[in-house]
């Protein structure tokens, strides 16, 4: 008998199929038992029936316990009434682990419950879904900067420094002294683009930030991309563009996932550039009229995100923030240097922060005198100076989160469930 996925049984329509897979729900008559398979590709529904198989496989059918794993062979056939169009008649039904009882039952469970439960969370249809537009996000990514010929590069995770400010930094012991968890690939994608030119890197990097709100992880993955020429305004439409491409990538290729999601997609729809654009100064005078009580030259708060993105059916810029409250790397704007040319990019939907960039300093007097205001350590970045030395260009770049992504593109109310297993504030298991 040929071993199919179920993902293949079109192909295999009134033939006799070996599939092997997991019972995540059955009911019987009496006379006859439905049972609902999923092996990862689909799920299908088997119906036996007890006067077509032999009294072992009927036994074995009575036996069934939710999350079982069996091997189940029959004819499989289209059928209307069935979510994936197929069904199988099944001739053999062979346990090969018999389940203990489940414990994600069909009654609600509390968020903490199932995150204890997280390694068999995994297995519901809404997980999957949500595992499968990541994966959707993260090729869609990928072939957007192929096609526009950036380089895929890898930064280091271990790293001697921060390149995010020392507040969030996780360390550990690295023999006989400490290295520090990566924040962003950026500075290293920066020795790369003055390598390679356009450069990006994809991967886990780690804050440790003491937040427990509905967007903050200790790990996430981020994509950093970087471009030596480059400078502020075609960095910004450079994201403009890479979100339109996932966007309209998503919308494409997963309708399924998003229905099961039941995402409204009518707000991704709108998703079209030009996105529009605000100063900071203006994002804050905003968002005091829209009742937030931040204060000129303070940071948006992850409320603050969310009140302004109500306003928003479109992902917004954010650009020329106080040079004070931003990293170290940021260029000033020539026609005020207390700004720089960064932006960040909110989503709508009440989202908030998905993108953070910015446009490099590359002069290296400029750069040594924004390490003494920072009070960084020169030695430890002597290698990034040298970039300065040695046919210094401006350049621009920016990181992407991928769970705050997704959760976006999935309509999720908190990043928790958009990575398997989620580092969060207290919860480091399973
Ligand atoms: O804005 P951030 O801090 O920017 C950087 O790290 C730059 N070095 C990137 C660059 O220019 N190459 O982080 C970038 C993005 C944020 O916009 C957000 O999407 C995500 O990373 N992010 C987090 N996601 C989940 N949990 C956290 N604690 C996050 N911190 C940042
Ligand atoms: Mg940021």
């Not at 400010?165 to 003055?194: K, N, P, R, V, W």
């Not at 928003?312 to 810029?317: E, N, R």
Request: charged content about 30%.
């Amino acid at each position: 008998m040929k071993y199919i996925l179920i993902s293949e049984v079109e192909k295999s329509d009134n033939q006799e199929v070996l599939l092997k897979a997991w019972v995540f729900n059955f009911r019987s008559s009496g006379k006859i038992y439905f049972l609902q398979l999923r092996d990862g590709s689909g799920r299908i529904q088997a119906v036996i029936s007890k006067d077509s198989v032999a009294a072992e496989v009927w036994q074995n059918c009575e036996n069934l316990t939710i999350e079982s794993s069996v091997e189940v062979s029959g004819k499989v056939y289209a059928d209307q009434r069935s979510a994936s169009g197929y069904e199988m008649q099944v001739s053999d039904l062979r346990i090969i682990q018999r389940s203990e009882e489940y414990p994600i039952g069909k009654k609600e469970h509390g968020v903490d419950f199932l995150l204890d439960h997280r390694h068999l969370w995994l297995r519901a249809e809404r997980q999957t879904a949500i595992i499968k537009i990541r994966d959707e996000i993260i090729w869609l990514m990928r072939s957007f900067f192929r096609n526009k010929g950036f380089i895929l590069t890898d930064t280091p995770i271990l790293t001697s420094t921060s390149s995010e400010g020392t507040t969030t930094l996780f360390s550990t012991d690295y023999f006989d002294e400490t290295a520090y968890l990566s924040q962003s690939g950026q500075l290293y994608l920066e020795a790369l683009a003055m390598s390679l030119g356009r450069v990006y890197d994809f991967g886990p990097t780690f804050r440790a930030e003491k937040s427990k709100t509905r967007r903050h992880m200790m790990e996430f993955w981020m994509l950093d991309a970087e471009a030596a020429f480059m400078q502020h305004e075609q960095n910004i439409e450079l994201q403009e563009e890479l979100i339109v491409y996932v966007v309209s990538g998503i919308l494409k290729n997963k309708l399924t996932e998003l229905d099961i999601l039941q995402r409204d997609v009518a707000g991704l729809k709108k998703v079209k550039a030009p996105f529009t654009r605000l100063k900071y100064e203006e994002a804050v005078k905003q968002l005091k009229k829209l009742g937030s009580d931040i204060k000129m030259g303070n940071d948006l708060g992850a409320d603050d995100e969310t009140i302004l993105m109500k306003e928003y059916d479109q992902p917004l810029f954010i650009t020329h923030y106080p040079a004070a409250i931003k990293a170290f790397y940021m260029q000033p704007d020539p026609d005020n240097p207390d700004v720089v040319l960064c932006n960040d990019l909110l989503a709508p939907e009440g989202y908030g922060e998905i993108i953070g960039g910015s446009e490099r300093i590359w002069d290296l007097k400029l750069l040594q005198k924004k390490f003494k205001e920072h009070k960084l350590p020169t030695k430890e970045f002597e290698w990034y100076f040298d970039l300065r030395r040695y046919g210094s260009v401006p350049h621009s770049g920016f990181g992407i989160g991928l769970e705050r992504t997704v959760a976006w593109l999935c309509g999720l109310d908190h990043v928790r469930e958009t990575i398997p297993f989620p580092r969060l504030l207290n919860r480091l298991r399973p």
